[in-house]
T-cell receptor, first 110, second 114 residues
Framework: QKEVEQNSGPLSVPEGAIASLNCTYSDRVSQSFFWYRQYSGKSPELIMS????GDKEDGRFTAQLNKASQYVSLLIRDSQPSDSATYLCATGGGADGLTFGKGTHLIIQP | ETGVTQTPRHLVMGMTNKKSLKCEQH?????MYWYKQSAKKPLELMFVYNFKEQTENNSVPSRFSPECPNSSHLFLHLHTLQPEDSALYLC?????????????FGPGTRLLVL
């Protein structure tokens, strides 16, 4: 059974600092990885997707993938209070749908 | 309407009631999904449809019955639910079932079973 593990937090980061969110997964053949952001009472929205080993940058967000270690991370630079949310790591896709972790609750302290 | 819409947004039902959740996507996608999000548990995939055909039933109890009349609409029919079925039910869609396809989520229906 596929599993995705995340530290549930809360992770508290000062405004302007770098927030680092981590995720490990069990399925060695996983090819696609997604980070979703979910505000309280709202639905998940995609932040980043990554498919190849290495880093992928989009604005203040950087996703990092290491398939050998079965590890994927999300870095948020210059953290803002509006970044406070739960961040969901997911893998899979296709006909099997996505397998999600429980999410990490991130708090950006002004 | 844009994106993925879901109705109703909130639903309270007794264990003997029958109700239906509706999802509509306005993105021209071919694949649609139902997920369940319970407190302190990960999002759980329930059903997957591709071009109106069900391609995945993730061991969901028969008191949940999906229906996909066309690629734009997805229903989840509910009957004789249990209190532990109280959760946020999320619908999602993607262009197709490719592994790199992004799934877009609707706002969800928050269900309370009394």
């Amino acid at each position: 059974q596929k599993e995705v593990e995340q530290n549930s937090g809360p992770l508290s980061v000062p405004e302007g600092a770098i927030a680092s969110l981590n995720c490990t997964y069990s399925d060695r053949v996983s090819q696609s990885f997604f980070w979703y952001r979910q505000y309280s009472g709202k639905s998940p929205e995609l932040i980043m997707s990554i498919y190849s080993n290495g880093d992928k940058e989009d604005g203040r967000f950087t996703a990092q993938l290491n398939k050998a270690s079965q590890y994927v991370s999300l870095l948020i630079r210059d953290s803002q209070p509006s970044d406070s949310a739960t961040y969901l790591c997911a893998t899979g896709g296709g006909a099997d749908g996505l397998t999600f972790g429980k999410g990490t609750h991130l708090i950006i302290q002004p | 309407e844009t994106g993925v819409t879901q109705t109703p947004r909130h639903l309270v039902m007794g264990m003997t009631n029958k109700k239906s959740l509706k999802c509509e996507q306005h993105l021209g996608h071919n694949a649609m999904y139902w997920y369940k999000q319970s407190a302190k548990k990960p999002l759980e995939l329930m059903f997957v449809y591709n071009f109106k055909e069900q391609t995945e039933n993730n061991s969901v109890p028969s008191r949940f019955s999906p229906e996909c009349p066309n690629s734009s609409h997805l229903f989840l029919h509910l009957h004789t639910l249990q209190p532990e079925d109280s959760a946020l039910y999320l619908c999602a869609s993607s262009q197709d079932q490719g592994l790199q396809e992004t799934q877009y989520f609707g706002p969800g229906t928050r269900l309370l079973v009394l």
